[in-house]
């Protein structure tokens, strides 16, 4: 596609369910970022991957945040057994295969809600 | 620890009037430092990129500056329109992995009649 989908756009979760969340690329884009945005606040680096390797999950909140990109293009950033502190946006976002002084392009993000 | 502080937290400007967003970072070492527009409910929007040899770059109405030997950055708008109204975040790339962007909280922009 044009630019990085996600999906879905909105996602309410009962406290204790599990969750997944989408991320579609730019095609081609060989870097994949995951990023957590509460209200208010700017996003914080969750997990990277370049193709199908996961190279840093550091920000990874806790053993709750799974992340996968088997085939190094879609991603999929699973929450188990969600919080209401896990309410936020999450964004993705991808680059191509020139590092970091290349731009990100950032989807549009799921915004998650735990209740 | 790496770290992006950005100023003022928010602001209230007239359409047609300029300002100036400030940033200050503490990421080492150093890749490169973008600006992103965020408008509220959508993902950021980059506006301009600078690697350590730049220290001015602009994109339309938005230029931004760097100076790498204090960690400082600013972004200035020319003549605001409504449309600008969004959150200006600014984002810095490196601490060692150059693939990780440390964000600020960013600075809240209003544009008004």
């Known amino acids: 596609g044009a630019g990085v989908s996600q999906s879905p756009r909105y996602k309410v979760a009962k406290r204790g369910q599990d969750v997944a969340l989408r991320c579609d690329p730019i095609?081609?884009?060989?870097?994949l970022f995951w990023y957590q945005q509460a209200l208010g606040q700017g996003p914080e680096f969750l997990t990277y991957?370049?193709?199908?390797?996961?190279?840093?999950k550091s920000g990874l909140p806790s053993d709750r945040f799974f992340a996968e990109r088997p085939e190094g293009s879609v991603s999929t950033l699973k929450i188990q057994r969600t919080q209401q502190e896990d309410s936020a946006v999450y964004l993705c976002?991808?680059?191509?295969?020139?590092?970091?002084?290349?731009?990100?392009?950032f989807g549009q993000g799921t915004r998650l809600t735990v209740v | 620890k790496n770290q992006v502080e950005q100023s003022p937290q928010s602001l209230i400007i007239l359409e047609g009037k300029n300002c100036t967003l400030q940033?200050?970072?503490?990421?080492?070492?150093?890749?490169?430092l973008r600006w992103y527009k965020q408008d509220t409910g959508r993902g950021p929007v980059s506006l301009t990129i600078?690697?350590?040899?730049?220290n001015t770059k602009s994109n339309g109405r938005y230029t931004a500056t760097l100076d790498a030997d204090t960690k400082q950055s600013s972004l200035h708008i020319t003549a605001s329109q409504l449309s600008d109204s969004a959150s200006y975040i600014c984002?810095?790339?490196?601490?060692?992995?150059?693939?990780?962007?440390?964000f600020g909280t960013g600075t809240r922009l209003q544009v008004t009649l």
């Open positions: 991957f370049q193709n199908e390797a996961q190279l840093d």
């Open positions: 984002v810095v790339s490196g601490g060692g992995t150059a693939s990780k962007l440390t």
């Open positions: 940033c200050n970072y503490t990421v080492s070492p150093f890749s490169n």
């Open positions: 095609s081609g884009h060989v870097s």
């Open positions: 600078m690697t350590f040899s730049e």
């Open positions: 976002a991808s680059s191509g295969p020139r590092g970091g002084n290349t731009e990100a392009f």
